[in-house]
């Protein structure tokens, strides 16, 4: 499948990262769907859409994004994006400003070029197009777990990143590196939460605060000892701050008042 939907509720939709996939979100979707009316999809190039060839544009993504809502007759929904996916999360949002609701970022932030990563984009990049994909993949994906290879995910994880082609791997570096929504971010209208976990290597503080404070109605949330896939790693206390936070009266009120 390449899509899934399922609960009722508010419309909820998950939008997977970099070298995943919608079952990233296997720890959240039974729960979530409990109470809201959960949407994931593959994003192009990966998971049971690797067969494509992925897009090379943020912009191009959350063009996709809402052309799958579209074809679903989804008008308003909660959206939470995961890494690359919060970058096309913070498009979506800019794009669709009025139909937006609650909006969680988590372990992403503005400046696609990322700052401080464990390696540059350039580097990653470099190292596909002269070596292929296998070990800078495998290099990457043991950075979004506190314990490496030992986490009992990581080989799900690294199956999926198996899959994506060396261009799609590409092309999703270079659509990264070559965004930014810093300056726009006064103009999300959603209330937002920003999640971050403290100790991922891919996103550091200084864009976390960027969202946090770029973003006019933001709250943030910091998960300690926890890594770029806390989702996986501390599921349950991750998938209660998104619950509380999608719940809760003031992302209610928020939308009243923008109606």
Known sequence: ????????????????????????????????STRFDVVAFDLPG??????????????????????????????????????????????????????????VLYATGPIGSLPGRFESIADSIARAES??????????????????????????????????????????????????????????????LVLWPDSDRSYMWEQTETLWRGISDANLAVVPLAAHNTHLEKANIFNLLVIDFLQSEKVQQHQLVRD
């Open 131 to 192: 070596e292929g994909t296998e070990q800078v993949a495998r290099d990457t994906v043991r950075t979004w777990f506190s314990e490496g290879e030992a986490d009992p995910d990581f080989l799900r994880g690294m199956e999926l990143a198996e899959r994506v082609s060396t261009q799609t791997y590409i092309n999703g570096l270079r659509a990264m590196g070559g965004w930014r929504s810093v300056e726009r971010l006064d103009q999300i209208n959603a209330k937002a």
């Open 46 to 103: 990966y998971g049971g859409k690797a067969q494509e060839i992925g897009l090379d544009s943020i912009d191009g993504f959350a063009d996709f994004v809402l052309g799958k809502l579209d074809d679903l007759g989804i008008d308003c929904f909660h959206l939470m994006g995961h890494s690359m996916g919060g970058m096309i999360a913070q498009e979506v949002a800019l794009k669709a400003r009025d139909r937006v609701k609650g909006l």
């Open 1 to 32: 499948m390449n899509c899934i939907r399922v609960g009722s509720g508010p419309t909820l939709v998950l939008v997977h990262g970099f070298l995943s996939s919608l079952s990233y979100w296997e720890k959240q979707i039974e729960l979530f």
